[in-house]
T-cell receptor, first 114, second 115 residues
Framework: SQQGEEDPQALSIQEGENATMNCSYK?????LQWYRQNSGRGLVHLIL?????REKHSGRLRVTLDTSKKSSSLLITASRAADTASYFC??????????????FGKGTLLTVNP | NAGVTQTPKFQVLKTGQSMTLQCAQD?????MSWYRQDPGMGLRLIHY???????DQGEVPNGYNVSRSTTEDFPLRLLSAAPSQTSVYFC??????????????FGNGTRLTVT
């Protein structure tokens, strides 16, 4: 069963614009991770935010977490064509924040047009 | 440093055939897992292993077997392939079970078609 659900399913923007995608989840979590998948490739870890954090930055990435709403957002600023990929949120609802049974959402397909 | 290597990249099977999808990592990772990715379904966990000799079931284990005789290798066996097993299969590994300091590293997948 899907713990996280990304929204929107697909997003198309122009290079230089910001892209925001959202993730909602169902049960309490210890942390939430975001991964990127380029077409035909495996997933690559982007960032992890703990349940006691509200915001985290990594380069052009900004992640927020609202545990009261059980939601997270990923913002990519000044997007580039190379950011074109699918983005997934992942959670493990078990305590301790483990990789044991990491559950992924269905992903948001981001297309950045040059 | 090769990371997580999956072979083959593509495979076509007939219903009822068996095969083994190979996964190897050279990072001395403790944790390894298999996911399948289907359109509109996201990734679903099939089996995972927390160390050599230890395996456990994920969300969709039926029709698949695994073993972990070495730290490096975690093969996935399809005993009698069915069209419902047509999917892209990803192997992933991490240094430890804790997601805080060891995110998952993924292979590039095996695209399997069962006719």
């Amino acid at each position: 069963s899907q713990q996280g659900e990304e929204d929107p399913q697909a997003l198309s923007i122009q290079e230089g614009e910001n892209a925001t995608m959202n993730c909602s989840y169902k049960t309490s979590i210890n942390n939430l991770q975001w991964y990127r998948q380029n077409s035909g490739r495996g997933l690559v870890h982007l960032i992890l935010i703990r349940s006691n954090e509200r915001e985290k930055h990594s380069g052009r990435l900004r992640v927020t977490l609202d545990t009261s709403k059980k939601s997270s957002s990923l913002l990519i600023t000044a997007s580039r064509a190379a950011d074109t990929a699918s983005y997934f949120c992942a959670t493990d609802p078990r305590s301790g924040g483990s990789n044991y049974k990491l559950t992924f959402g269905k992903g948001t397909l981001l297309t950045v047009n040059p | 440093n090769a990371g997580v290597t999956q072979t083959p990249k593509f495979q076509v099977l007939k219903t009822g055939q068996s095969m083994t999808l190979q996964c190897a990592q050279d990072m001395n990772h403790e944790y390894m897992s298999w996911y399948r990715q289907d359109p509109g379904m996201g990734l679903r966990l099939i089996h995972y292993s927390v160390g050599a000799g230890i395996t456990d079931q994920g969300e969709v284990p039926n029709g698949y077997n695994v073993s972990r005789s070495t730290t490096e290798d975690f093969p996935l066996r399809l005993l009698s392939a069915a069209p419902s097993q047509t999917s892209v299969y990803f192997c992933a590994s991490s240094y430890s079970m804790s997601s805080y300091n060891s995110p998952l590293h993924f292979g590039n997948g095996t695209r399997l078609t069962v006719t």
